[in-house]
């Protein structure tokens, strides 16, 4: 059974780079026809898709997030990361990594989530 | 790209039905057929429904449907039961490998 498991700092100070780890585990990270993606949520809000890799390492953003983040693929340790720039308390959220199979375009796994507090 | 629009709060008796609206433009929900819709319970990982506008993965009642037109993508539970009350999210496929949600509704049983 496929499971995803994020894991990273929970405090971040402002101004710094938030980045995150989701270690993938029942699945290789480079099978074909697979994104691998982040998706967050801001306490008491709604989702936010942040962006994703394709197995082949190319790199898809949300267009209002493009100029913050990075999300790569750690293929020797079958992990994905999350690195976002410059953030600030509208940043605060519980992020999730998910997988979306290219087939159906849809987030058929998640991870549990962690909370990400943007606080000085 | 801007949020699908759900109504915030959708509600029906145990036995009926409930229907939630997910509006988007041609260039997201009336573009492509990738239409997902996700159930959240409150500090839970949202769970995937329904797929490709109509389609159920494995374990999902074929009381939650999915349909399409236009712009606008629709979610239908049928014979309501109290685990039904949760957050409701429509998520589609937006070109260029981007994807974008819905503002979630609140279903109340």
């Known amino acids: 059974q496929l499971q995803l498991q994020e894991s990273g700092p929970g405090l971040v100070k402002p101004s710094e780079t938030l980045s995150l780890t989701c270690t993938v585990s029942?699945?290789?990270?480079?099978?074909?026809?697979?994104?691998w993606g982040w998706i967050r949520q801001p306490p008491g809000k709604g989702l936010e898709w942040i962006g994703s890799v394709y197995y082949s390492g190319s790199s898809y953003y949300n267009p209002s997030l493009k100029s913050r983040v990075t999300i790569s693929l750690d293929t020797p340790n079958n992990q994905f990361s999350l690195r976002l720039s410059l953030v600030t308390a509208a940043d605060t959220a519980v992020y999730y990594c998910?997988?979306?199979?290219?087939?159906?375009?849809?987030?058929?796994?998640w991870g549990q989530g962690t909370l990400v507090t943007v606080f000085s | 790209q801007s949020a699908l629009t759900q109504p915030p709060s959708a509600s029906g008796s145990r036995g009926q039905s409930v229907t939630i609206s997910c509006t988007g433009t041609s260039s997201d929900v009336g573009g492509y057929d990738y239409v997902s819709w996700y159930q959240q319970y409150p500090g839970k990982a949202p769970k995937l429904i329904i797929y490709?506008?109509?389609k159920r993965p494995s374990g999902v009642p074929d009381r939650f449907s999915g349909s399409k037109s236009g712009n606008t993508a629709s979610l239908t539970v049928s014979g309501l039961q109290d685990k039904d009350e949760a957050d409701y999210y429509c998520s589609s496929y937006a070109g260029s490998n981007n994807f974008v949600f819905g503002t979630g509704t609140k279903v109340t049983v």
């Open positions: 029942g699945d290789s990270i480079n099978s074909r026809g697979y994104y």
């Open positions: 998910a997988r979306t199979p290219d087939r159906g375009m849809a987030n058929d796994f």
């Open positions: 490709e506008v109509i």
